[in-house]
């Protein structure tokens, strides 16, 4: 694919839902990143994945966040019983082999809204 | 919590004119990088610069960065309406053995015809 891709677009989950977040990242790259984002603030750190590897989950909320990438590539963002706090707009970023002098690639993000 | 701190939060200039946009930050770092963001969409990488570079050139851009006082600017000459968007500067670095890029609270640039 040219990009990366999320799904869904739109996600809006009553609260003590559960919801799974997509990321399809570039083909190849190694990293992946998810961010949140509040509204009118910058991209706040979640975790981050090198291959199928968590090697940095010390963004996560609370133990109701949980991420997985089980083959390198694809990965999922689970929120468990949804509170309204969570509502934000989550990000997906991959980075090629280059290291920490390589630049990210974003998604378009999945807004969450939870009424 | 973020690292950068963005000057201005908010910024409106008339087409035509440079729009500069200022970040500091607090730790040692690898880089430093700027993305911009349209509204509803994702973030697009802009510009990098390594902490070993002091001034960097792409098209319409300038950015320059200073580890003394730990800070670093972003130009935009000659801006246009396409540039309306929100910039956000991030820095990166290797925190016990895994990348972290920590962005900035971003400035919304509005540019008016």
């Known amino acids: 694919g040219a990009g990366v891709s999320q799904s869904p677009r739109y996600k809006v989950a009553k609260r003590g839902q559960d919801v799974a977040l997509r990321c399809d990242p570039i083909?190849?790259?190694?990293?992946l990143f998810w961010y949140q984002q509040a509204l009118g603030q910058g991209p706040e750190f979640l975790t981050y994945f090198q291959n199928e590897a968590q090697l940095d989950k010390s963004g996560l909320p609370s133990d109701r966040f949980f991420a997985e990438r089980p083959e390198g590539s694809v990965s999922t963002l689970k929120i468990q019983r949804t509170q309204q706090e969570d509502s934000a707009v989550y990000l997906c970023a991959s980075s090629s082999p280059r290291g920490i002098n390589s630049p990210l690639h974003f998604g378009n993000g999945t807004r969450l809204t939870v009424t | 919590s973020q690292q950068g701190e963005e000057d201005p939060q908010a910024l409106s200039i008339q087409e035509g004119e440079n729009a500069t946009m200022n970040c500091s930050y607090k730790?040692?770092?690898?880089?430093l990088q700027w993305y911009r963001q349209n509204s509803g969409r994702g973030l697009v990488h802009l510009i990098l610069i390594r902490s070993n570079e002091r001034e960097k050139h792409s098209g319409r851009l300038r950015v320059t960065l200073d580890t003394s006082k730990k800070s670093s600017s972003l130009l935009i000459t000659a801006s246009r309406a396409a540039d309306t968007a929100s910039y956000f500067c991030a820095t990166g670095a290797i925190i016990q053995g895994a990348q972290k890029l920590v962005f900035g609270q971003g400035t919304r640039l509005t540019i008016n015809p």
């Open positions: 083909s190849g790259h190694v990293s």
């Open positions: 730790t040692s770092i690898n880089n």
